[in-house]
């Protein structure tokens, strides 16, 4: 049974033109969100996380909204550039992400974006 | 500040042979993990270290897979026998342990690509 999912395989965008990369959650105990971005032949970069305490944290470019009452989140990137197609992994994991807890993670989503 | 170090990149083997992994964390970072991440899969956890002590290997297949990670620093991965199943990536990560923050985030090596034939 997958805790976290990402219904989207993949997500073609223009350049200068927003994203939206979309994860849904089961396990309501998950209190802490995180993004990662992967490029082939890396391992998955951290890009920007949120507690569950908050609804949107934003970091530059890139914004994760929380909808817990939805088991919902999102990252939006605005504006999207060529350097952005990657993977985008969402991950979750319980007890605020205290070290020790791992971390659960979706199947991913490849962004593409042209220019 | 160095990052998640990791080897070998690649490996080729046959199936029922042995293989051994490397991984050395950012340093300062007391925790360790060890994840399996399959073709068009998300990673998995394998097993967690919090220094030098086991912290969760409730998914490690311990009949042919096995970690150490002694002084708390390197850790080593070991597949024997290796199965066909066992083809993946093959990443390591690490974290600060700072007790009641959110400074758990967790930063990946590179990988080591398995395949086993």
């Known amino acids: 049974d997958q805790q976290v999912k990402q219904n989207s395989p993949s997500l073609s965008v223009q350049e200068g033109r927003i994203s939206i990369l979309n994860c849904d959650y089961t396990n309501s105990m998950f209190d802490y969100f995180l993004w990662y971005k992967k490029y082939p032949a890396e391992g998955p970069t951290f890009l920007i996380s949120?507690?569950?305490?908050?609804d949107k944290n934003e970091d530059g470019r890139f914004t994760v909204f929380l909808n817990k009452s939805a088991k919902h989140l999102s990252l939006h990137i605005v504006p999207s550039q060529p350097g952005d197609s990657a993977v985008y992994f969402c991950a979750a994991s319980a007890f605020q992400n205290q070290a020790g807890t791992a971390l659960i993670f979706g199947k991913g989503t490849t962004l593409s974006v042209s220019s | 500040e160095a990052g998640v170090a990791q080897s070998p990149r690649y490996k080729i083997i046959e199936k029922r042979q042995s293989v051994a992994f490397w991984c050395n964390p950012i340093?300062?970072?007391?925790?360790l993990y060890w994840y399996q991440q399959i073709l068009g899969q998300g990673p998995k956890l394998l097993i967690q270290f919090q220094n030098n002590g086991v912290v969760d290997d409730s998914q490690l297949p311990k009949d042919r897979f096995s970690a150490e990670r002694l002084k708390g620093v390197d850790s080593t991965l070991k597949i024997q026998p290796a199965k066909l199943e066992d083809s993946a990536v093959y990443l390591c990560a690490s974290s600060l342990r700072l007790a009641g923050s959110s400074q758990g985030t967790q930063y990946f090596g590179p990988g080591t690509r398995l395949l086993v034939l």
């Open positions: 949120i507690s569950s305490i908050k």
């Open positions: 340093s300062g970072h007391a925790t």
